[in-house]
Every structure is written in structure tokens, then in C-alpha cells.
């Protein structure tokens, strides 16, 4: 099967953006970290010598960083003992990256931490890149000697560098084939200076035949690139049609396309349903935040309890196995500030389905399990799940609330 698919085409056009101004090779910028939100601290300098460092640029609305999250985390595992540490950065906002990384669990096993700006400016801009996700190997020396997608060869990579069998030059010239070919992909897309775009067209069909399988280990195919590239664009045409609530006969119309002219290794009938699902999902999603919206007025300062109990009813009724919903709807219930009439037993309902769907897998669930639970009295209860939640948590603040709840539900307080 190909492995340039969809979104390694955006990587590929991500590429051609800025010429680089760093090189493979160049001494590694330190890291510029705000906060960690799983592992760490990591300082790059402690490992001289004696750490290679892979640092990871992501983010949780990136569908293909989400992807590569598992894999990432098996890498962890397999290179661990042989002196490599992975960490995954990102700029967005500390609250949503923690529920995304809770979420995750175990399948995200390796430090994660919100960068403070410089981190960003030291390895994606100094090297021209704008796709994400985007890998770079740090060696012992402190080098930056690989980069790129974190799927496309870094184990390979690892094992080389580790070894002592990695080639730098090789890997150079690697580096300069896919930014050539993020170029001749971003003129294709913009059908800008096809005189340009042939130039890069035969450069690219001379470096296949020099080199070999040029295009992440495949065959550089320029008329088969560039009808992936014209299906790519559908594809996201028709995503956004489904978006913007286009009548079905422009969607059916849409899809006979697709189908028509999806390459033999792209299951169609299963990027429908998963495409068709997570719509489903994001308005259902909607749905219960409007519905909780409404709710949460109810129960608030100037509240109507009859309409507070008729809304609980449909928060009760709701048949979501959405756990990161049902846990911010509990959590909210029990400790909102603008919550004035807490529906203790709605809450543990809410918080016991959010256990399940994660299958007492997730520390910040637990937590909030644990709190439903002594609230409506289970004293007992409460303890034995925040210590289940204690076990499985990792970072360090989290683990200093979850402590204090502890010891107030231990000692029969309140947990404010």
C-alpha cells in the first residue's frame, strides 16, 4: 500500500514554504518549555554524551499527529533501554492538551509539554517546516541529524544513529529530495509556473533513478502523484460540503466522484463511514453542549427548578459514550461556581458512564468518579477510586490535587 497518502501530501507541500536557514547537522536549540504535562522536565544539555532526544511538534486538532501518537509511543518503548527519549511539543493551551493527554492514557507514553515560544522558533522555523507532525532527532553530541514525519523512517533512523551506521550525508540529501518534492506537490495544487513544476519534474524523475523509491520509500510516479493530489482536493471538497450542510444531492454527487476516482489502495467505503461518523459525533457533541448550556442556566442564580429537573432528565436520558463529555459535564455539576443546585446523584450517573467508556483507565475520570461518589455519601467508595486515579496519574501537579482530595475524603471533610 502507498504510504503518501492524503495527509503526507500536506507535509509535502509544508516542505516548500521557506527556504531553511538550518541545517542537519546544526548544533540543537535548548528547549523553551511552559509547562510539562506528562514526563519532564527535560533538559537536552543533561544528556550529553549519553541521550539521543527525539522532539516532536503536534497538536490535538492535527488528525495525522493524532495517528502517529500510538506509534510514537511504541517507538518510546522499543528505544527506552537504548538511551532515547521522546517528548511531544505543542502550543496550544495547557487545559486542552491535559484532557487530551488523560484521555489518551497509556496509549500516549512519553513526556508532552507546552511550549514557550522559543522551542518552536528553534527547531520548526530555524528549519523551514510548517507541517506538522515534524520529528527531529537530537544525537548525544547534541545535533539535530534527522527530521521529518515521525512515520516516514525515524525508527529506521534511530536504530542507525544508535548503532553508529547513520549516514549524514545520506540523510542530507534525503532531506533536499523532500523538499524538492514539497515543491513540485505545492505547484501542483496551485497550478502556479508549470514551467517550474516540469523543471522540478524532471530533476525528481533523474533523483528516482539515481536513488530509488524517492517518495518515502515508493516509486516517484509524477502522473499518479498528481492525480493523488487532484483526489486530495476533493476529498477536502467534499468534507467541506459535509461541514456546511450541502443539500444531499450535491454530496451524492460529490461521493460518485470520489468513488470513481479513488486510488486502488484508498478504501472509499470506509473514509465514508469514518468521515460520515465523526460528523455524527461533532453534532451530537453540539448537541449536549447546548442542552448542558440550557441546563446549567437552570440550576444557576436565578434558576427555575422545574426546568432544571425536566433538562437533568435528558442529560440522564443521553445515550453518549462520549467520555470526555460526560466527565466535563459531572465535573462542572459538582464544582461550577455558577452551579447553585447541584445534582449530586445526576453527577455520579454521569461521572460512573464516563468510568466505563474508559474503562477505569483515565485519572482525571477517576477523579471526578471519585468526587461524585462522596458527594452522594460513598465515603468509601471515593477513597478506593482516588486511589485508583493516584496510580495511573503522572503529572505532578495533578497528582498534589489529587492528594489533598485524598486526604479530605480520608478525613470525612468536604472536597471543595
Given at each position: 500500500m502507498k504510504k503518501l497518502m492524503l495527509s503526507s501530501l500536506g507535509c509535502l507541500i509544508a516542505l516548500a514554504t521557506n527556504s531553511l536557514a538550518a541545517e542537519l547537522g546544526d548544533p540543537a536549540q535548548p528547549l523553551d518549555i511552559k509547562e510539562w504535562i506528562k514526563g519532564g522536565?527535560?533538559?537536552?544539555s543533561t544528556g550529553r554524551g549519553k541521550t539521543t532526544y527525539v522532539v516532536e511538534f503536534w497538536a490535538t486538532w492535527c488528525p495525522p499527529c493524532r495517528t502517529s501518537i500510538p506509534h510514537l509511543t511504541e517507538m518510546q518503548k522499543q528505544f527506552k533501554d537504548k538511551g532515547v527519549v521522546f517528548m511531544g511539543v505543542t502550543s496550544e493551551k495547557t487545559e486542552v492538551v491535559r484532557k487530551f493527554v488523560d484521555k489518551m492514557g497509556d496509549q500516549m507514553d512519553y513526556a508532552v509539554a507546552i511550549d514557550a515560544g522559543g522551542t518552536s522558533k528553534g527547531y520548526m522555523e530555524a528549519y523551514?517546516?510548517?507541517?506538522?507532525?515534524?520529528?527531529?532527532?537530537?544525537?548525544?553530541e547534541g545535533k539535530v541529524v534527522w527530521r521529518g514525519h515521525p512515520m516516514d523512517g525515524l525508527d529506521k533512523a534511530l536504530e542507525k544513529i544508535i548503532e553508529g551506521k547513520y549516514d549524514?550525508?545520506?540523510?542530507?540529501?534525503?532531506?533536499?529530495?523532500?523538499?524538492k518534492l514539497g515543491e513540485y506537490v505545492q505547484l501542483t495544487v496551485s497550478g502556479e509556473s508549470p514551467e517550474k513544476a516540469a523543471q522540478l519534474e524532471t530533476e525528481l524523475i533523474a533523483l528516482e533513478k539515481e536513488f530509488g523509491n524517492i517518495m518515502n520509500g515508493e516509486k516517484f510516479d509524477p502522473a499518479d502523484l498528481k492525480k493523488r493530489v487532484a483526489f486530495g482536493q476533493k476529498v477536502?471538497?467534499?468534507?467541506?460540503?459535509?461541514v456546511s450542510g450541502k443539500d444531499e444531492a450535491d454530496i451524492g454527487a460529490l461521493e460518485r466522484e470520489l468513488e470513481a476516482e479513488a486510488p486502488k489502495d484508498f478504501d472509499f467505503k470506509v473514509f465514508k463511514e469514518n468521515v460520515k461518523k465523526a460528523m455524527v459525533q461533532r453534532k451530537?457533541?453540539?448537541?449536549?453542549?447546548?442542552l448542558f448550556t440550557r441546563y446549567a442556566k437552570a440550576v444557576g442564580e436565578d434558576g427555575d427548578a422545574e426546568k432544571a429537573a425536566e433538562l437533568g432528565k435528558e442529560l440522564a436520558a443521553l445515550k453518549t459514550t462520549n467520555a470526555e463529555i460526560l466527565n466535563s459535564i459531572a465535573w462542572?455539576?459538582?464544582t461550577g461556581e455558577d452551579i447553585k443546585q447541584r445534582d449530586t446523584k445526576?453527577?455520579?450517573d454521569l461521572a460512573r458512564r464516563a468510568v466505563d467508556a474508559t474503562e477505569s483507565r483515565n485519572?482525571?475520570?477517576?477523579d471526578t468518579y471519585a468526587r461524585a461518589l462522596f458527594e452522594t455519601g460513598d465515603r468509601d467508595g471515593a477513597i478506593t477510586q482516588q486511589k485508583k486515579a493516584l496510580e495511573l496519574a503522572e503529572d505532578e501537579d495533578e497528582k498534589a490535587e489529587m492528594q489533598a482530595a485524598l486526604a479530605k475524603y480520608t478525613a470525612g471533610g468536604k472536597a471543595k
Open positions: 522536565p527535560v533538559d537536552l523551514g517546516v510548517q507541517g506538522i507532525p515534524h520529528a527531529f532527532v537530537v544525537s548525544k549524514m550525508a545520506a540523510e542530507k540529501k534525503r532531506a533536499s529530495i523532500q523538499e477536502m471538497k467534499y468534507q467541506q460540503a459535509l451530537e457533541s453540539m448537541a449536549i453542549q447546548q462542572t455539576i459538582l445526576l453527577a455520579l485519572p482525571s475520570v477517576l
